[in-house]
C-alpha cells in the first residue's frame, strides 16, 4: 500500500495564492490531504477557499506554530510543508513515495523561481549546491518528512521564524539520510521582486547568521517582512 502524504500550508494574507495552490494539489492527486492552517485571527484566508474537503485551522501567527498546529491533526505517513505561493512539480507525490521507499527519511524538491531572468537561475544553482553539499533545504523547497520520524524528533519547532532551519538542522544532527529530488517546484519571485535580488538575498543571509549565532526567533521575525 502506497504512502499516504498530508500536505501542510501555513497562511498568513494569501488570499491570491491559496485556491490556485489547492486546486493545483487536487490535480496531481485527489487523495492527499491538505490542512490550511491560516495565522490571522480573523480567518482572511481559509474562510475564502473554495475547496470544503480542506481542513481548516485557525491559530497563533508564525510558521513554526503553524506547521506544528497542522501537523497534530496530520494523518498521513509523510508530511509535506507547502508555501501557498509554491506549486508542485507534475509527478510530485510519486517522486516523494519513491525517493522514501528507498531508505531515505526527509528530503526536498530542487527550488525553482518563477520568472524568466537569468538572475534566479543563478539563485536555483546555488540552492542546489546548498543542498547537495550541506543538506539544507529550506521551507520554500517542499521539505517532507516520514511522520514518524517527526515524532522521534519531537516535532516541528514551534518558534515564529527560521523554524524550516531548526527542523533541517535537528535531522542533521540526528543523521538522518536526507534526499534531494531532481524536480523543481516553482515558487513566486515577488519578494525578490519587492525588495530587488540582492538586497533579499542579502536580507535573508543576514537573518540566517543571527539565528544559527543565537538571535532570538522572536525578534528576527519582528524584522523580517
Not at 45 to 61: F, R, Y
Amino acid at each position: 500500500m502506497a504512502l499516504s502524504i498530508s500536505v501542510v500550508i501555513p497562511v498568513l494574507n494569501e488570499q491570491e495564492y491559496i485556491n490556485p495552490v489547492i486546486s493545483h494539489l487536487r490535480r496531481l492527486d485527489q487523495t492527499v490531504e491538505i490542512i490550511v492552517v491560516d495565522g490571522d485571527s480573523s480567518g482572511s484566508t481559509v474562510s475564502l477557499m473554495s475547496d470544503s474537503s480542506v481542513t481548516k485551522v485557525i491559530t497563533a501567527k508564525g510558521r513554526g506554530v503553524q506547521l506544528s498546529a497542522g501537523a497534530a491533526l496530520a494523518k498521513g505517513d509523510i508530511l509535506l510543508m507547502l508555501h501557498a505561493d509554491t506549486l508542485l512539480p507534475e509527478n510530485a507525490f510519486e517522486a516523494i513515495r519513491e525517493i522514501l521507499a528507498d531508505g531515505t527519511i526527509w528530503g526536498a524538491f530542487r527550488l525553482g523561481v518563477a520568472s524568466a531572468s537569468g538572475l534566479y537561475r543563478i539563485i536555483e544553482r546555488i540552492v542546489d549546491l546548498r543542498c547537495t553539499v550541506f543538506k539544507r533545504p529550506y521551507g520554500d523547497q517542499a521539505i517532507f518528512i516520514l511522520r514518524g520520524t517527526l515524532d522521534e524528533i519531537g516535532g516541528l519547532p514551534t518558534i515564529p521564524l527560521m523554524e524550516d532551519v531548526e527542523l533541517v538542522r535537528r535531522l542533521n544532527n540526528a543523521g538522518y539520510r536526507f534526499g534531494l529530488l531532481k524536480e523543481r517546484v516553482i515558487t513566486s519571485s515577488r519578494r525578490w521582486q519587492r525588495d530587488g535580488i540582492l538586497i533579499r538575498t542579502l536580507q535573508n543571509w543576514l537573518l540566517l547568521i543571527r539565528y544559527l549565532t543565537g538571535a532570538d526567533p522572536n525578534y528576527l521575525a519582528s524584522k523580517y517582512q
